[in-house]
């Protein structure tokens, strides 16, 4: 099931901060749709990777508090 590149992850937070400072413990990979759970908390400008395709992701988060994933 292919997914748009521009796919926003909005519901996995991790705190109750919002804007571009919140944190996500997890989330579903646009390529392939399988969930990624993180120990670590990411967030706007950190690099992601599915564990399972391999695909790697920059997290941007916009400022009210959603989660969108650029490949890299």
């Keep these: 099931m292919p997914f748009?590149?521009?796919?926003?992850?909005?519901?996995?937070?991790?705190?109750?901060?919002?804007?571009?400072?919140?944190?996500?413990?997890?989330?579903?990979?646009?390529?392939?749709?399988?969930?990624n759970p993180y120990d670590d908390a990411f967030g706007d400008g950190d690099e992601v990777r599915c564990y399972y395709c391999g695909q790697e992701f920059r997290a941007e988060v916009t400022d009210s508090g959603r989660l969108k994933l650029k490949a890299t």
């Design 4 to 35: 748009d590149a521009g796919y926003e992850e909005d519901d996995q937070g991790s705190s109750d901060e919002g804007g571009r400072e919140r944190r996500f413990q997890d989330f579903d990979c646009p390529d392939c749709a399988a969930n």
